[in-house]
């Protein structure tokens, strides 16, 4: 099935993604371009600092810092696992007084995105006593990062995903129950959540595809 193809070659690239990262306490560069919020587009080599959420851009050994504040995305390839990396700024309104700007890396992206936030504290610092020191059997990049759904400007944790995203999924989409039962996907488990809103995604655009063909006779 080709929803199932696409989503596992996509749980392969977050792994090796996940792992990369996870593997190297040095700052590494990459490639990659940087959106202010001015439009302007900055381009160099890429360093993302996820434990100061700052994004650094070198050029000719100059290099420059910017923060959520000043950025609305940026991307950068890295070269040697063939992986592109696109981040966006997203505002997470904590409270009616309280928002914060953060760089969001995106898992997917449609009507509704899936995006994902790394934890501050490296999984490979035993001085931590990160949890994923503590227990070899946990996915590290599950433990490392946070998961987030995002739609209509508001991020969802995963953990509710099953109680505010599900229910909106399924009103707009009835063939989505269908498709969770005969797949049997879990609506807590991360990967099923991605599947499910890939597959929303993608009837969704088929939905929006028809009704143009329907609207232009």
Same mark, same amino acid.
């Given at each position: 099935?080709?929803? /199932?193809?696409?989503?596992?070659?996509? /749980?392969?690239?977050?792994? @090796?993604? %996940?792992?990369?990262?996870?593997?190297?306490?040095?700052?590494?560069?990459?490639?990659?371009?940087?959106?202010?919020?001015?439009?302007? @587009?900055?381009?160099?080599?890429?360093?993302?600092?996820?434990?100061?959420?700052?994004?650094?851009?070198?050029?000719?050994?100059? /290099?420059?810092?910017?923060?959520?504040?000043?950025?609305? #995305?940026?991307?950068?390839?890295?070269?040697?696992?063939?992986?592109?990396?696109?981040?966006?700024?997203?505002?997470?309104?904590?409270?009616?007084?309280?928002?914060?700007? %953060?760089?969001?890396?995106?898992?997917?992206?449609?009507?509704?995105?899936?995006?994902?936030?790394?934890?501050?504290?490296? #999984?490979?610092? #035993?001085?931590?006593?990160?949890? #994923?020191?503590?227990?070899?059997?946990?996915?590290?990049?599950?433990?490392?990062?946070?998961?987030?759904?995002?739609?209509?400007?508001?991020?969802?944790?995963?953990?509710?995903?099953?109680?505010?995203?599900?229910?909106?999924?399924?009103?707009?989409?009835?063939?989505?129950?269908?498709?969770?039962?005969?797949?049997?996907?879990?609506?807590?488990?991360?990967?099923?959540? /991605?599947?499910?809103?890939?597959?929303?995604?993608?009837?969704?655009?088929?939905?929006?595809?028809? %009704?143009?063909?329907?609207?232009?006779?």
């Amino acid at each position: 099935m080709k929803t /199932i193809s696409i989503f596992s070659a996509f /749980i392969f690239t977050l792994a @090796v993604s %996940a792992n990369a990262q996870l593997s190297n306490s040095t700052t590494d560069w990459y490639p990659g371009v940087i959106i202010l919020e001015n439009t302007e @587009v900055v381009k160099g080599d890429i360093s993302y600092d996820y434990s100061h959420d700052i994004v650094m851009c070198k050029i000719d050994d100059v /290099i420059k810092t910017f923060t959520p504040h000043q950025v609305t #995305a940026f991307k950068y390839y890295e070269e040697s696992e063939n992986l592109f990396h696109d981040f966006v700024t997203l505002t997470n309104y904590i409270n009616p007084r309280y928002q914060q700007k %953060a760089f969001y890396e995106v898992v997917l992206e449609g009507d509704i995105s899936y995006v994902r936030k790394r934890n501050k504290y490296p #999984a490979y610092n #035993a001085k931590e006593g990160y949890l #994923a020191n503590r227990n070899k059997r946990l996915n590290q990049h599950k433990v490392c990062y946070e998961y987030f759904v995002h739609y209509e400007n508001e991020l969802i944790k995963s953990k509710s995903f099953k109680r505010e995203v599900l229910p909106i999924m399924q009103n707009k989409e009835r063939s989505l129950h269908t498709y969770m039962k005969k797949n049997q996907l879990r609506p807590y488990d991360i990967g099923d959540q /991605i599947e499910l809103v890939e597959y929303f995604n993608l009837t969704s655009d088929m939905r929006e595809q028809t %009704a143009k063909k329907i609207s232009l006779r």
